[in-house]
């Protein structure tokens, strides 16, 4: 595995906060053809069922898409967490930090 460039790094980043905060729908490739980008998505899988469990991976990468495709509602899944729930309180003197 190489390391990821710092766009790549960022955009990890922001997928896994997206995921723990419950705000993504689905997990696709950008593949545009079987040879040279082939849509593989089992090491996304792979790494969604070990940060989220395999509920979740299962969701995202199958049954949300095929409810897609297939024009059904998607299943159920976890609430979103809204962003003012997961900052964390400042005490009193925060402001001598600056």
Do not use: M
């Not at 905060?21 to 069922?49: E, G, T």
Request: with cysteine; net charge positive; hydrophobic share 35%.
């Amino acid at each position: 595995v190489r390391s990821p460039r710092p766009a790549n790094a960022r955009a990890k980043r922001f997928a896994e906060e997206w995921l723990e905060k419950n705000w993504i729908h689905v997990f696709a490739s950008d593949a545009h053809d079987l040879k040279y980008r082939p849509p593989i998505l089992s090491h996304c899988r792979k790494k969604v069922a070990q940060a989220r469990g395999e509920e979740t991976a299962a969701r995202l990468l199958e049954r949300n898409p095929e409810a897609i495709i297939n024009g059904q509602p998607l299943p159920p899944a976890p609430p979103p967490v809204n962003p003012a729930e997961k900052k964390a309180k400042k005490g009193w003197f925060s402001f001598l930090r600056k």
